[in-house]
């Protein structure tokens, strides 16, 4: 099942109507699930022993392409690109990163992002 997960993407409709010719399924993660992991989130199974997050939590965007076909994934990054829809990172569900939590995943790709702009 093909599937997008997204996190403060303020064009949310646009992406909505780029994915439904392609019928790849939209979750909007919500605040209080950045605790979650991004497999339980993608598989809709949330951990009810993980707290809710209260905290101070991140401005950036953030889409997660879970199980996204080749030409589906480039498909939406070239119309991503096109229509000018703002996304801060995007990332692939993968099995290293399925047990991250929300918050993990947007700290490692803050880490990758810092690490590029300095030439590392």
Not at 28 to 34: A, G, H, N, P, S
Not at 97 to 102: C, E, T
Request: glycine share 4%.
């Amino acid at each position: 099942m093909e599937k997008i997960l997204i996190y403060q993407v303020k064009e949310k409709e646009a992406v909505k109507q780029l994915l439904a010719p392609m019928k790849i399924r939209l979750e909007e993660i919500k605040t209080t699930d950045l605790r979650q992991s991004i497999g339980d989130l993608a598989e809709e199974k949330k951990n009810v022993l993980t707290a809710p997050f209260t905290g101070s939590a991140p401005q950036e965007s953030l889409m997660v392409f879970c199980g996204v076909n080749e030409k589906h994934f480039d498909k939406i990054l070239f119309e991503l690109r096109r229509k000018q829809i703002p996304v801060d990172y995007k990332a692939v569900l993968t099995p290293s990163n399925r047990k991250w939590s929300v918050l993990m995943l947007m700290l490692e790709l803050t880490k990758e992002k810092n690490s590029f702009r300095q030439g590392n």
